[in-house]
């Protein structure tokens, strides 16, 4: 099932200035908790496919793991190389202390 | 293949790395400043004593201290780690890169390339230009840079001209290759510009203080370089077995920006320079102990790439070593002793 509603974790998982990654609705997802609220991306980076679980947040950024491309995550822009193509940005709600993502 | 932590079994509670990761401007600025300032007293002599005998040791310490610190930090800078503040962090990333002599944005993706398949043929774009395993002949041609050299400058010329070879369009999108050929014409400008205005004003101190300490300096700085993968397994996924981490002196650790902690490195890039010793520490037994010092360990390598040429043993003892290959280089390198 595609564009629903998926309740997909309590605030309280992810920690500030992190993030985590799932699989909703087959799609790997990350959800970050920002200074400026929680987000929701596509979970895989867009230049060779790494995950972005162990990736840095920093200042509404997300820096990949393996070569440190660097998306926005609240528009999922690639920001600087070795990253062109952006990420898929899902919306997301927070309701009674859960997050909630449209994939 | 991609070589990462995850495919070289290394595994790190996520809280400590994430620490770990944190950027601050402070340390990269303060290694910059201490690299200026040392530059500053090495080079004081190289200016004052030209034209004497004074000047050969002199631009000789120089040298090193310059070519293998704008190495290191065109490293650093070019994985994003060196600064948080990202302005600054490609602002050194360009002027490193430019004394380093490669064109930035190549560097980032030939870099990546390195990081994604690190140490495997036909994929890992800064293998060396000798074939491995080295022999004798190889080594001097790696120490010297001779490959590394004709490749820079022909791709100065090739990139300049919007030229890209399959290797480079393998690892670079095709909507950045325009970026990479302005990007090129701006380093290629920069370089005749200053050499123009050199000769035009009899400026010396360019040559002085940049192209000759960029070739003297060169051979210390690819020692270091080949240190990082050399005699270690090729073709395989595990950045243990294909890295190689080894101990050095605390100065030596300054200009190489702790690269030495080279396997930590490789598992979690995202860390800077100036964690690496602490990530050193967390990551404990599930790394072999480093290598011995950067002069014996590189001692040992050229004893090996002598023996191998003269058809002798070619196994070292003292240091990690992948197992026997042929010289050819043919036999895939599987494993490390
Ligand atoms: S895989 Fe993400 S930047 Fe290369």
Redesign the interface.
């Given at each position: 099932m595609t564009n629903q509603w998926h309740d997909a974790c309590a605030t309280d998982d992810v920690?500030d200035e992190?993030l985590i990654t799932m699989k909703l609705a087959g799609q790997t997802v990350a959800i970050y908790n920002t200074p400026e609220g929680f987000f929701a991306t596509a979970g895989m980076c867009t230049?060779?496919d790494?995950s972005l679980d162990?990736?840095?947040v920093?200042d509404g950024v997300i820096?990949c793991?393996?070569?440190?491309g660097?998306f926005c995550v609240r528009t999922g822009k690639a920001l600087?190389?070795?990253v062109?193509?952006n990420l898929k940005t899902y919306e997301l709600q927070v309701r009674d202390g859960r997050v909630w993502v449209k994939v | 293949m991609i070589t990462n932590a995850q495919s070289s079994n290394i595994h790190m509670d996520k809280k400590q790395l994430k620490a770990l990761m944190r950027r601050s401007d402070r340390p990269g600025l303060t290694y910059l400043a201490a690299w200026i300032a040392l530059l500053a007293i090495t080079g004081t002599p190289v200016i004052l004593t030209a034209g004497s005998w004074w000047f050969i040791p002199a631009i000789l310490v120089y040298s090193g201290c310059f070519a293998v610190s704008a190495y290191a930090l065109s490293h650093e800078c070019a994985h994003g780690t060196a600064f948080r503040t990202r302005w600054l962090n490609e602002a050194v990333f360009w002027v490193t890169s430019l004394l380093y002599y490669e064109e930035p944005l190549h560097r980032r993706y030939s870099h990546a390339s390195h990081h994604t398949h690190t140490w495997i043929e036909g994929e890992d774009n800064q293998m060396p230009y000798a074939p491995i395993p080295l022999t004798f002949a190889g080594w001097v041609e790696e120490i010297l840079g001779l490959g590394l050299y004709w490749h820079q400058t022909k791709m100065f010329v090739l990139h300049s001209l919007g030229i890209f070879s399959e290797n480079v369009k393998r690892v670079t999108p095709a909507s950045e290759l325009p970026r990479m050929q302005s990007n090129t014409q701006i380093c290629v400008a920069i370089y005749l510009g200053l050499a123009a205005i050199s000769m035009a004003a009899g400026w010396l101190w360019p040559l002085y203080l940049i192209v000759i300490p960029r070739v003297l300096g060169g051979p210390v700085m690819n020692a270091f370089i080949l240190m990082q993968h050399v005699e270690m397994a090729e073709n395989q996924p595990n950045i243990v077995q294909s890295t190689r981490s080894f101990r050095t002196n605390w100065f030596f650790q300054f200009l190489y920006f702790n690269m030495n902690h080279h396997i930590e490195h490789h598992l979690y890039p995202t860390v800077p320079f100036h964690a690496l010793p602490d990530l050193s520490d967390k990551l404990g037994d599930q790394l072999p102990p480093p290598d011995p010092g950067f002069i014996s360990t590189h001692w040992e390598v050229l004893k090996i790439t002598i023996r191998r040429s003269l058809g002798r043993n070619d196994r070292s003892a003292k240091i990690r070593q992948a197992f026997s290959d042929d010289l050819t280089g043919a036999q895939n390198d599987q494993s490390v002793a």
């Open positions: 920690d992190d230049h060779e790494e162990g990736g840095l920093m820096e793991p393996l070569h440190q660097r600087s190389a070795p062109v193509e | -």
